[in-house]
Structure formats: structure tokens, C-alpha cells
């Protein structure tokens, strides 16, 4: 059962256009990659499905609910859980607060979380602006799951953390999709975010490029799409 679908997404900031007819969609229990180099419309893509940007043309679906133009604490609220480029955790909130802060009912709960990632249990005290880059993007992977959301969105999985804390994150997105979880992530450490993806969406120059499975990404497409 498709979860999400976007079709024919348009976007303009001013007389820019950023998404030329942008299309995907994800089933129950799937994970999609979402990628493309830098200022390709990966995070213009996310932000129109979020709410935070009005397309000017365009559908999109959540939870069969058109929700393009709706608010996004609405669109939030039917079910849909960010982990922000940059996390932004509350940095005067502990580790605990920060996870209870937007909680809702579900199968994710506090030791859940910290079962997923015990480093939060070890530092449940601690204020949110003291912890590692690595422990912060733990944190706001946890404090999206604290909402219960049917679709998970990361926006930059891993950039910028060390490789032992990498390797912490895609272990439990691993975990995650045994689970069940439907995913959207965006990343660029193609050797980490390719086995753990069902099927893949390319954007170039807002423009959906290529769509299938991980495998059909040929070393030449990768190179000329996603290369640096």
C-alpha cells in the first residue's frame, strides 16, 4: 500500500524554479533514497512534502490525505516524523526532555529509544547542547520515533559525523526497516545508504532522473549523478 506519493512537484522561490515535476512515492514498510548532489532539490523535495514550502503545481499524498499546502504541524500530526539536516535538539533540554517533549502514543517509548540507542541512557541527564555531533543525531533520530510516525524522513543521515558513530546510525536504521519502518533518507555515503534502500530516486537540477533499485545504479550513472 503506497504510504506517500508526489507527483508533477513544482516549486519556485521567486521567479526561481527549483522542482521541475518531481515524482515519487513510498509503500508501507519500504525505504527510499532520496538523492543527488548538492542544491539538486533533495531538501526542496522534503520541505514541500513537509509543509514548510507551497508547490505551485503538483500532488501530494500522505496517509491518503492530500496534503499539499496543509500546515505542517498538521501534516505532522498524520503521522509524519522529521530528523532535520543539522538536528536541532532542544540544546537546554536534557536528553530525556528532549524525547518526551513531542511524544505521542505508540510502540515507541522512552526505553525503546534508549534500547536503540544506549548512549542516550547514559547520558538521559544530560543537557542536549553537551553531547556529540554523533549523540545529537542519535537524539533527533530518537526524538522523531518518540512521535510514532508511519513515515520516518532523514534529512542527512550521517554528514559530517565520524565513521564509528556512522556505523552506530545505519546499524539502527537496518534495525528500523527489520521492523518495519517506512523510511525516506537522504545521504550521500552511497557504500552505507545503498543496501539498506529498497528503491532509489536521482534528482539533477530538480528533475527526477532515475527511479528503481539500488542495483540498476550503474558505476557511469553514479558517476555523472552522484559523483563529486
Known sequence: MTMLSVQGLEVFYGASQAL??????????????????????????????LGLVRPRAGSITFAGRKVAGMQPHRIARLGLGLVPEGRRCFPNLTVT????????????????????????????????????GGEQQM???????????ALLVLDEATEGLAPVIRRDIWSAIRALKEAGQSILVVDKTLSELLPVADRCFVLEKGVTVFEGPPDALTPEFQDRYLGV
Open 20 to 49: 521541475f515535476g518531481v515524482s515519487l512515492d513510498i509503500s508501507e514498510g519500504e525505504v527510499v533514497a532520496l538523492m543527488g548532489r548538492n542544491g539538486m532539490g533533495k531538501t526542496t523535495t522534503i520541505n514541500s512534502i
Open 97 to 132: 526532555e528532549n524525547l518526551v517533549a513531542a511524544a505521542r502514543g505508540g510502540a515507541w517509548t522512552l526505553d525503546r529509544v534508549i534500547k536503540l540507542f544506549p548512549r542516550l541512557g547514559e547520558r538521559r541527564s544530560q543537557y542536549a547542547n553537551t553531547l556529540s
Open 139 to 149: 537524539l533527533a533520530i530518537g526524538r522523531a520515533l518518540m512521535t510514532n510516525p
